[in-house]
């Protein structure tokens, strides 16, 4: 299990679901508190957590929520592991 998410990220990803599909800048203005280079690090390391997705296409690079969001980290918490597979020959022998 990795690190827990930290409320910046959680926030910024909270505003961005709220508002819709936006650059850092944008998001910046409802955080007017944090420095604007902080909130562009907050907006890439939600999408290295992949809360965000960023579509580079243009510029300003514009950050949208990821569709399984609404229902992960932020809320719900990290998803459950998958127990390993196990190989149709494991216990087999002769």
């Known amino acids: 299990m990795g690190r827990p998410i ?30 604007i280079e902080n909130v562009h690090k907050y907006c890439s390391r939600a999408v290295g957590l992949r809360l965000l997705d960023v579509d580079r296409s243009g510029f300003p690079k514009v950050f949208l929520v990821v569709d399984k ?18 190989h149709y020959l494991h216990g087999i022998w002769r």
């Open 6 to 35: 930290g409320r910046r990220i959680k926030q910024v990803s909270e505003i961005v679901q709220r508002i819709g599909p936006c650059s850092a800048a944008q998001v910046h203005k409802h955080m007017q508190e944090v420095n």
């Open 69 to 86: 969001s609404v229902n992960s980290p932020i809320i719900a918490g990290p998803e459950p592991e998958k127990p390993p597979e196990v």
